[in-house]
C-alpha cells in the first residue's frame, strides 16, 4: 500500500463528510523531519473557497480522521493551518517484509497509462567518435526510458541517424584524402572537412579490404563511395560503442529513409494546403513565428535545397506517425534555438505543444589532476566516450553521467570516479551491497536464514527506524524522477540508502546471541539489498557482491 494514497484518501473523507467538499491533497514531505512524516497544505487551498480560516479547516479535518489501519501515531496542526502526520513504529516495521516480497515490483506504478513516448537521444552525426557529452546524453536517456516504463508509461530508446547531407559528403571527401596519401597520392582534406587520427584509421582499414581500388576512380565518385564505407564503419562503431555501455535501442532510424520517400516533401505540401508557406527571395518559408517562434524559418531555399529543418520536421511527424503521443528528445547546449522552430511545425501540423519536449543536457567537463582535460588524443578535439569509459570503468562513468541535474554543467574528476574508498559515490554504494552481502553469508554460516516471520516490532534502534524510512522513499524517488524528466535524484538517494545503511551497520551487531533480533535484523539487510539492487539495475549499474 502506498501510503501516501492512504492519508490522502482519509483527508478527502473528512473533507467530504464535514464540507461536502471534493479537492486534490497533496501529500508531501515537511521541510523539518520534527514536524512528522508528511504533511498537506489543503487547508490553507481552501480557505477562500470555504469563507473559513485555514487553521478551523485543519482542525476539523484532523477531528474528522478515520485511520481505520491504524497507520497514524499522531496528527497535528502547525503554522497557519499545517497539517503534519506521523506514522506509527509499527507501520514502518511492517514495510520491510513488503520490501522483500515486493521485490523487484517495489517502486512500480501505473501513471503512466501506457501512454506510448518516444525518448531519442545521443543521434549524434556519424562522421566522427561519441564524445563525452554523447555519454552524458546516453546515461541519461537510457535511465529516463527505465524510469518512465516503471511508472506504467510504454517508452522507447530512438537513435536518429544523421546519414546524408553535407556533412557526410565532407566524411567521403576526408577519407578519401587520406586514402590517396596512403599511395602518395596528394589530395588535401576540405578545409572544413575532418582532421582527427580515426580518420586517418578509417582509410587505412580501407586500404586493408580494398587494397588501391579507388585509387583509379574519378574523385568525385571516389569521395561519394568512401563516404558510403566509411559512414558503414563509423556507425558500427556507435552502435557497437553503446552497446558496450549497456544501451540499446529499440530504433535506429536514418535520415535516407525519409529523404528516399520524399517525406519532407509531404510535409511541405501539407504545410503549404493549410496556407502557412510563402516565397520569399526566392526561397520557401515557413510561417513559424504564427506558432511561437521568433521568426519565420526557410524550408527550401533559392537553389531549390531542402533546410535540415525542413527534414527534421517529417521526421518527427513521422514519430507520430508511427504511434507514439508524446515525444522527447535529448539535445546538447548548442541547439537550445532550435527548439521554438520545431515546435512551431508540430503545433502547425495539428500536434498539442506539450506533445513534443526538448530537454537541454548541458557541456562536461572532465578534470584530471584537477586540471581541465581540454581534448582526446585520437580525436583531435573532442574528448572521446571510449576513453573515459576505458579510463574509469562503464560503472563510475554511467553513475558519473547522471549525477548532476541536465541543465547543469557537469564537472566530472577522473581520478574521484577511478577511487576505491568512500569518497568514491558509486563505490560507495557498491560497497553497502557488497558487506551486506558479506554480513548475509556469514549469519548462513552460523545457521541464521531469512526467516520471512521474524517479529519486526524489534526493530526499534534509531538507524534502524531511519533506514526503514528511506528505503519507504524509493517509490517517491522513481516517480519524481519521471515526472520531472530528471534522473539525479535516483544516484543521489542510493548515496543516502548506503549512508544510513552504515549508520546502522556501525551501531548495530547483525548476527547477536539473541536469534529473534538477528532474524528481524536479517530482514532489514535484505530489504536494503534489494532496494539497492533496484536502484543499480535502474541504472543499469552492477551490484558486486564482492569489493
Known amino acids: 500500500m502506498k501510503v501516501e494514497l492512504y492519508i490522502a484518501e482519509k483527508i478527502k473523507e473528512a473533507l467530504k463528510n464535514t464540507y461536502d467538499q471534493d479537492a486534490t491533497v497533496f501529500i508531501e514531505k515537511p521541510r523539518q523531519e520534527t514536524w512528522g512524516d508528511f504533511a498537506t497544505t489543503v487547508a490553507l487551498g481552501l480557505a477562500k473557497t470555504l469563507r473559513k480560516a485555514p487553521r478551523q479547516i485543519a482542525e476539523t479535518i484532523v477531528a474528522n480522521i478515520a485511520d481505520e489501519k491504524k497507520i497514524f501515531a499522531n496528527v497535528t496542526i502547525d503554522g497557519p493551518g499545517f497539517i503534519n502526520i506521523t506514522l506509527s513504529q509499527s507501520w514502518w516495521q511492517n514495510t520491510v517484509l513488503h520490501i522483500i516480497e515486493t521485490g523487484e515490483r517495489f517502486g512500480e506504478d501505473d501513471w503512466g497509462n501506457g501512454q506510448r ?58 577519407v578519401a584524402a587520406r586514402y590517396m596519401t596512403l599511395f602518395n597520392q596528394k589530395e588535401d582534406v576540405p578545409e572544413d572537412g575532418y582532421q582527427g587520427d580515426y580518420i586517418i584509421g578509417l582509410a587505412e ?57 520524399k517525406s519532407h516533401f509531404k510535409i511541405v505540401e501539407a504545410l503549404k494546403a493549410k496556407g502557412l508557406t510563402y516565397e520569399k527571395d526566392g526561397a520557401l518559408w515557413f510561417k513559424s513565428s504564427e506558432f ?84 582526446s588524443k585520437r580525436a583531435g578535439n573532442i574528448i572521446e566516450m571510449n576513453e573515459v569509459l576505458q579510463d574509469v570503468g562503464i560503472d563510475a562513468a554511467r553513475f558519473f553521467f547522471v549525477m548532476r541535474k541536465l541543465d547543469s554543467p557537469l564537472d566530472f574528476d577522473i581520478d574521484l570516479a577511478k ?31 531469512l526467516d520471512l516471520t521474524a517479529d519486526l516490532s524489534l526493530l526499534t534502534a534509531s538507524e534502524e527506524i531511519a533506514l526503514i524510512r528511506k528505503l519507504n522513499e524509493y517509490p517517491n524517488v522513481v516517480s519524481t524522477c519521471a515526472r520531472l524528466m530528471e534522473v539525479h535524484h535516483l544516484p543521489a538517494y542510493l548515496m543516502e540508502v548506503a549512508a544510513a545503511f552504515h549508520s546502522f551497520y556501525h551501531n548495530n551487531r547483525i548476527v547477536t546471541d539473541d536469534r529473534q533480533l538477528s532474524n528481524a535484523r536479517m530482514m532489514l539487510l535484505e530489504a536494503t539489498r534489494s532496494v539497492l539492487v533496484n536502484g543499480l539495475k535502474m541504472l543499469r549499474i552492477s551490484a558486486p557482491e564482492r569489493m
Open 117 to 174: 513516448i518516444n525518448l531519442e537521444f545521443v543521434s549524434a552525426n556519424p562522421t566522427g567518435p561519441l564524445n563525452v557529452v554523447s555519454a552524458r546524453a546516453a546515461a541519461t536517456g537510457d535511465v529516463l526510458v527505465e524510469l518512465l516504463n516503471k511508472v506504467g508509461f510504454a517508452a522507447e530508446r530512438e537513435y536518429y541517424i544523421n546519414d546524408a547531407g553535407r556533412q557526410i559528403r565532407l566524411l567521403g571527401a576526408s
Open 205 to 261: 582499414e580501407l586500404k586493408t579490404e580494398h587494397g588501391d581500388k579507388f585509387v583509379s576512380y574519378e574523385k568525385q565518385e571516389r569521395q561519394s563511395v568512401l563516404a558510403k564505407l566509411a559512414l558503414e564503419k563509423m556507425i558500427a562503431l556507435h552502435k557497437k560503442a553503446l552497446h558496450e555501455y549497456r544501451i540499446d535501442y529499440q530504433t535506429w532510424f536514418c535520415e535516407s529513409a525519409l529523404r528516399d520517400k
Open 292 to 375: 511561437g517562434d521568433a521568426k519565420d524559418r526557410v524550408l527550401v531555399t533559392n537553389e531549390g535545397e531542402p533546410t535540415y529543418f525542413m527534414v527534421d520536421i517529417a521526421y518527427h511527424q513521422n514519430k507520430f506517425d508511427r504511434g507514439f503521443e508524446v515525444l522527447y528528445d535529448l539535445w546538447g547546449p548548442d541547439h537550445h534555438g532550435y527548439i521554438d522552430r520545431v515546435s512551431a511545425a508540430l503545433q502547425a501540423l495539428g500536434h498539442a505543444k506539450e506533445e513534443f519536449n526538448v530537454r537541454i543536457i548541458q557541456q562536461v567537463n572532465m578534470l584530471r589532476d584537477g586540471e581541465l582535460v581540454k581534448m
Open 419 to 449: 577511487k576505491r574508498s568512500d569518497e568514491n559515490p558509486v563505490f560507495y554504494v557498491q560497497y553497502a551491497h557488497a558487506r551486506i552481502v558479506n554480513v548475509i553469508q556469514f549469519a548462513k554460516e552460523n545457521g541464521l536464514e
